[in-house]
Nanobody, 126 residues
Framework: QVQLVESGGGLVQPGGSLRLSCSAS????????MGWFRQAPGKEREFVAT????????RYTDSVKGRFALSRDNAKNTVYLQMNSLKPEDTAVYSC???????????????????WGQGTQVTVSS
């Protein structure tokens, strides 16, 4: 069973940057599409970005386009989310997830992802 562990969260001022990592153990994620989701207090889980197993295609939610960049290093079994120009509304718990079916349409719905990490807190505040 694949275990996913996120890291890199923290407190950052508006306009700042963070790089989140999602490392997998217990199996390879090299053939899985990988996604990032976030959940703010009192809100539903929200799709952020997803990347194909090969890294050839990425999909973002509109609110992060041009600010976030999703990438992966299959040799390291790790996925990265570079977050720039952070805003207070980006504050949330960020979780990575694996889509074992590797939907070619790059799934946005949480229920299409089978493995989940515990999440890492990102707080954007001055």
């Amino acid at each position: 069973q694949v275990q996913l562990v996120e890291s890199g969260g923290g407190l950052v001022q508006p306009g700042g940057s963070l790089r989140l990592s999602c490392s997998a153990s217990g199996g390879s994620i090299n053939r899985y599409n990988m996604g990032w989701f976030r959940q703010a207090p009192g809100k539903e889980r929200e799709f952020v970005a997803t990347i194909t197993w090969s890294g050839s295609s990425v999909r973002y939610t509109d609110s992060v386009k041009g600010r976030f960049a999703l990438s992966r290093d299959n040799a390291k079994n790790t996925v990265y989310l570079q977050m720039n120009s952070l805003k207070p509304e980006d504050t949330a718990v960020y979780s990575c997830a694996a889509d074992v079916t590797s939907n070619p349409n790059l799934a946005r719905a949480p229920q299409e992802y089978e493995y989940w990490g515990q999440g890492t807190q990102v707080t954007v505040s001055s």
